[in-house]
């Protein structure tokens, strides 16, 4: 069956570091997203890319960055962890077009110490 | 500037009962308008949606009700089930965006 994964599923990392965040999608969707999901805060769009070879910053998107070499990856990236993207990390996928479902991955669980 | 309101933060419910999540905005270039249904430790899925054209859509103990005047849309669960616990967001779609502006969520429990 076609899916959404991401992994890991919790990582900790320490202040300053490099860390990447994968997700994969078997669906052969165009469009793909990456938000943050922080309690009062609700689901907010890190960056986002509608094909290969495309992103484009959301909301949130300083101190990340995702890069899209083909269709079935978008690996979204923080330079240089810090305390406040100690988050839980989604990535979604969609087929293309406005009205579009988005599927939704498992999440990733991130702390930064 | 938030573009989309959700109330309430959080809803307590008994079993068989009614839940109301009200979701208010402001652009009129808004178009389309689901809810997503997240279980905890999970992925948000998407439980419907409507488009401004309708003023209700309803799916099985779901609808939605939709008040273009009053740039409103709310999600009622009839019969409320415990296994209807979760956190619920509405969002919000801009004409010609593929991408989805989604509200703070709701977290629903039903009691048994």
Redesign the interface.
């Known amino acids: 069956d076609a899916e959404i994964t991401q992994s890991p599923r919790h990582k900790i990392t320490e202040t300053g570091r490099q860390v990447t965040l994968a997700c994969h999608q078997t669906w052969n969707h165009n469009n793909m997203f990456w938000y943050r999901q922080d309690l009062g805060h609700g689901l907010r769009l890190i960056h986002y890319s509608y094909g290969v070879q495309d992103t484009n910053k959301g909301e949130v998107s300083d101190g990340y960055s995702v890069s899209r070499s083909n269709t079935e990856d978008l690996p979204l990236t923080l330079e240089s962890a810090a305390s406040s993207q100690t988050s839980v990390y989604f990535c979604a996928s969609s087929t293309g077009g406005p009205k579009d479902t988005q599927y939704f991955g498992p999440g990733t669980r991130l702390t930064v110490l | 500037q938030q573009q989309v309101k959700?109330s309430p933060q959080s809803l307590i419910v008994q079993k068989g009962g009614i839940s109301i999540i009200n979701c208010a905005y402001e652009n009129t270039a808004f178009?389309?308008f689901?809810w997503y249904q997240q279980f905890p430790?999970?992925?948000?899925?998407?439980l419907i949606?409507i488009?401004p054209d309708v003023s209700e859509k309803k799916e099985g103990r779901f609808t939605i009700s939709f008040n273009k005047s009053a740039k409103q849309f709310s999600l009622h669960i009839m019969d409320s089930q415990p296994g209807d616990s979760a956190t619920y967001?509405c969002a919000v779609?801009?004409?010609?965006?593929?991408?989805?502006?989604?509200?703070?969520?709701t977290k629903l429990t039903v009691n048994p």
Not at chain 2, 41 to 46: D, E, H, N, V, Y
Not at chain 2, 97 to 102: A, T
């Open positions: 959700q178009d389309y689901p430790g999970k992925g948000p899925a998407l949606a488009r967001f779609n801009e004409g010609g965006s593929e991408k989805l502006v989604f509200g703070k969520g």
